[in-house]
C-alpha cells in the first residue's frame, strides 16, 4: 500500500463517524457535504474497504470502520501531542490558537482577554468563538477548536481536561423592590421565564427545580440571557439565573433585584476546558491571563452589587481534572 493517505481524508472519517451523518458531520465542520463525501470516498478507495454501511441512516460503521476508527483516533491525537510539544517553548512560540468563550463573557471578559492575548503572542493568528457551553464542548470534542471556556455539565466531561475557574450561583431575579416569589404558590400575576432546555442552565435549573419537586407553570422560554433579563426589568416576569448572567446584564441593573435562592442553594462550574495532549503552556497561559479578568470584571462588580453573594460566588482552585 502506499504512505499517500490524506490527514484530511482521516479528520472527514472521524468527524462522521461521530455524527453518523454527513449532514451534521458537515455543520459542525465547515466543510460542505459533497466535500466530506468525496473524502471518504477517496479514503475507502484508498483502504479497499467499505468503512461505512451506507444504506443505513444514520450511518454505521461496518466491522472494518471501527477496527480503523481505532487507528485514526490514535494519528489525530499524536499529531495534537506533537504540535503540543512543539509549543513547550512558551507563548511566543504558538502560530495558532483557537478559543471558545462562554457567551455570558461577552460584554466585560472576552474584549479585555482578546487584547491581552493579542499583546502576549504576537506571531499568533487567533480566532476567537462566543458561543453557549454545549456548543462550546461541541467544538472541542470535534476538535475545532484548542480550548474554551464553558459550564461544566452535570454528567461532567468526557475526553475534556478541565481547569474549574468559577463558582457561579444560581439566585431568584425579580423587578425592582419585589419580593421572592413562593415556589408553592407563585404569583398569577408575575409569571416565571425559563431558560431553554437546550441549554446546560436551562436543564440545570429544571433539574434543580424538580429535585425540590417544585412545579411552575409555563409561560415563556428563551435562549437569550437578556432578553429574560430584559422581561424581567420591565415587569413581565422573574427568572431563576446566576451571578455571571446578571452582570452580562448589567445597563438593567436598575430594574432588577436578586434574591438567594429560597431553597437547596446550588451552583454551576464554569471551566477552562481543553483537549487532551493539548499544549500545557497554552493552558496555563490562558488559566493566569484569565482568572484576574474574571475578578475584576465579573466578581468584583457583581459583589459590590450583591453582597449576599460574598461566600458563593467565587474564584475556584485551579487543579486540572
Not at 475526553?159 to 425592582?176: E, H, M, T, Y
Not at 421572592?180 to 398569577?188: E, L, V
Not at 416565571?192 to 436543564?203: A, K, N, V
Request: charged share 20%.
Amino acid at each position: 500500500m502506499s504512505s499517500k493517505l490524506s490527514l484530511l481524508w482521516l479528520q472527514a472519517f472521524v468527524a462522521v463517524a461521530r455524527s453518523g451523518s454527513l449532514q451534521d458531520a458537515a455543520a459542525r465542520s465547515g466543510l460542505s457535504t459533497s466535500t466530506l463525501s468525496s473524502h471518504l470516498q477517496k479514503l475507502e478507495h484508498h483502504l479497499g474497504a467499505p468503512l461505512f454501511d451506507h444504506s443505513k441512516r444514520p450511518l454505521v460503521l461496518t466491522a472494518n470502520g471501527h477496527r480503523f476508527l481505532q487507528h485514526a483516533n490514535a494519528v489525530l491525537e499524536r499529531l495534537v501531542v506533537a504540535e503540543a510539544d512543539m509549543l513547550s517553548d512558551g507563548p511566543q512560540a504558538i502560530r495558532r490558537l483557537r478559543l471558545g468563550l462562554i457567551d455570558d463573557f461577552d460584554t466585560d471578559v472576552a474584549p479585555a482577554l482578546t487584547l491581552e492575548l493579542a499583546r502576549m503572542l504576537p506571531n499568533c493568528a487567533f480566532e476567537h468563538y462566543s458561543r453557549p457551553s454545549h456548543e462550546i464542548l461541541q467544538l472541542l470534542s470535534d476538535r475545532r477548536i484548542d480550548a474554551g471556556v464553558a459550564t461544566v455539565p452535570a454528567e461532567g466531561l468526557s475526553g475534556l481536561v478541565q481547569r474549574s475557574l468559577l463558582r457561579d450561583p444560581f439566585v431568584v431575579v425579580v423587578p425592582a423592590g419585589q419580593a421572592c416569589p413562593n415556589f408553592d404558590s407563585p404569583p398569577a400575576d408575575l409569571p416565571f421565564l425559563r431558560y431553554s432546555p437546550e441549554q446546560h442552565i436551562g436543564r440545570q435549573i429544571e433539574a434543580q427545580l424538580n429535585r425540590l419537586r417544585v412545579s411552575l407553570p409555563q409561560r415563556l422560554s428563551a435562549e437569550s440571557n437578556q432578553a429574560l433579563m430584559a422581561m424581567v426589568a420591565a415587569g413581565q416576569g422573574w427568572t431563576i439565573s446566576t451571578a455571571t448572567c446578571f452582570n452580562r446584564a448589567r445597563s438593567l441593573w436598575p430594574g432588577l433585584t436578586l434574591h438567594p435562592f429560597p431553597r437547596a442553594k446550588f451552583a454551576r462550574e464554569i471551566a477552562l476546558v481543553t483537549v487532551p495532549g493539548g499544549a500545557e503552556s497554552i493552558a496555563q497561559m490562558l488559566d493566569s491571563t484569565l482568572r484576574p479578568l474574571v475578578q475584576a470584571r465579573t466578581l468584583e462588580p457583581v459583589l459590590a452589587q450583591v453582597p449576599f453573594l460574598q461566600t458563593q460566588f467565587t474564584i475556584l482552585d485551579e487543579d486540572a481534572k
